[in-house]
């Protein structure tokens, strides 16, 4: 499979009132704006835009040129046909087909592709990153795409190649200065062949990375394997992160645990080790990885929702101390969908903000099939979801794996793929519309 990672901003929203939950016929809102090379690294041919290019959190951007736009992208302001519910929260909607990129494996297209991260950098660049190959876990490669303000997608870049690459995520610290970005990826192998987890760090916005480093202390993955998702970790005011990790052994499902990455690993491309935390399973087995929720300012109220085995649901355990203990049994979610999931808490370090308190959910539409995906929101995350956004119901491919973050635009961004296809589903969404609350 191939690891890919794209960049992109895209122009504000306009201020229009919320639509009701079962609207389909709003305008579609427009885009607002969004938010180093080491050793061994990649050449891609891209040059880094001048610091004068850096756009503030919520400036305006010119869109994409259609004239630049790749043949392998298609984009759509507002809705497609298979979306329901809150369309007009659509600002854009992208379909990214891989097969018909530069991508190549073995000489020939590549068909199939899975995920594993976006993020926006500081310069309002977004990056996707994933894998590519003929089949999921055979013979795979990793990939970053990257879009800079204003332009197109780049070529696709090979980050790394291994038979069993899978699961990453793609992520820019805030809180560290200078911190590079991040590409982290896992490899299905034995766990005796050696540490699961790949690095690699960028400090041009994703056009060179440095040589892979992996994780460290390797006794934390004696006997198992590591999933750390595509889901974006918690980030600390030190700059550590902590993300779920699931356990890759077997199916690749088994006891969840919380991983807690020191900054001092990422910033010096190692160093630091890496400490874990089992999680009681209480009454339910199979836990696989999750995403987190951020319930109060300080970062000491946490939720981890998790993915489960067997499509039985989605299940979340609370915390009240920045992540070290746990609540003891594992509570369902009020929220449909479990295969493939990924959550994000809206302007959750301001109070101020209307948005503030409210949390957003996204899961494959299906227990079995995933025909298209779920997106819902809620004030008590503990409590009853709201579905606002059925997408992609009309694709007869599976729908799996999102990945959803707020971007310095202050607009969510979510990807997620055609299961089984080369197809990359990229959609910009006005939170205030989606939520349905008043724009300030």
């Not at 990056?127 to 879009?147: D, H, T």
């Not at 356990?247 to 807690?260: Q, T």
């Not at 009309?394 to 794996?401: G, W």
């Not at 310095?408 to 990807?415: A, F, P, S, T, V």
Request: charged share 20%; hydrophobic share 35%.
């Amino acid at each position: 499979m191939l690891l890919i990672v794209l960049v992109s901003c895209w122009t504000g929203c306009g201020d229009s009132e919320p639509a009701d939950l079962t609207s389909n016929d709003g305008a579609s809102a427009r885009p607002a704006a969004g938010d180093g090379a080491g050793s061994g690294a990649i050449d891609s041919g891209i040059a880094v835009g001048d610091a004068g290019s850096v756009p503030a959190p919520g400036e305006r951007i010119p869109d994409v040129p259609p004239g630049q736009q790749p043949s392998w992208s298609t984009i759509t302001n507002g809705p497609g046909s298979g979306d329901s519910g809150r369309t007009d929260a659509i600002i854009r909607r992208e379909v990214i087909d891989i097969s018909k990129s530069p991508a190549t494996f073995g000489g020939a297209p590549v068909v199939f592709v899975h995920p594993s991260g976006i993020d926006q950098t500081r310069t309002g660049t977004i990056v996707i990153g994933f894998n590519g190959g003929q089949s999921e876990g055979e013979g795979n490669k990793a990939y970053v795409l990257r879009r800079e303000l204003g332009g197109s997608w780049t070529d696709p870049q090979i980050l790394e190649e291994d038979k069993q690459i899978d699961f990453g995520i793609v992520y820019q610290p805030r809180n560290v200065p200078q911190a590079p970005l991040l590409a982290m990826y896992w490899f299905g192998g034995a766990p005796a062949e050696g540490p699961p987890t790949g690095i690699r760090v960028s400090r041009d916005d994703g056009a060179t990375w440095s040589a892979r480093t992996l994780s460290p202390n390797s006794s934390l993955w004696e006997g198992r394997g590591m999933q750390v998702g595509m889901n974006h970790p918690v980030e600390f005011s030190d700059g550590s992160l902590l993300f779920v990790d699931g356990d890759s052994k077997g199916k690749r499902f088994g006891a969840a645990r919380i991983i807690r990455v020191p900054a001092d690993n990422y910033q010096n491309n190692g160093g630091a080790a890496w400490s874990a935390l089992d999680l009681q399973q209480g009454d339910r087995a199979g836990h696989v990885h999750g995403s987190f929720l951020i319930l109060s300012p300080d970062q000491q109220n946490l939720m981890a929702i998790f993915r489960t085995d067997f499509n039985a649901g989605s299940y979340y355990k609370t915390s009240n101390d920045g992540g070290r203990t746990w609540s003891r049994d594992f509570a369902r979610l009020d929220s449909p969908g479990s295969n493939g999931i990924s959550s994000v808490s809206l302007d959750w370090n301001d109070s101020a903000s209307p948005l503030h308190g409210w949390h957003v959910f996204a899961a494959s539409n299906h227990s079995v099939i995933r025909n298209g995906l779920n997106v819902t929101v809620t004030r008590e995350p503990t409590g009853s979801w709201s579905q606002v956004l059925r997408l992609h119901e009309d694709e007869p491919r599976e729908d799996a794996d999102p990945t959803l973050f707020q971007g310095r635009d202050g607009l969510i961004h979510l990807l997620f793929t055609g299961r089984g296809s080369a197809l990359l589903k990229y959609y910009v969404i006005d939170p205030y519309r989606l939520t349905g609350t008043t724009r300030p």
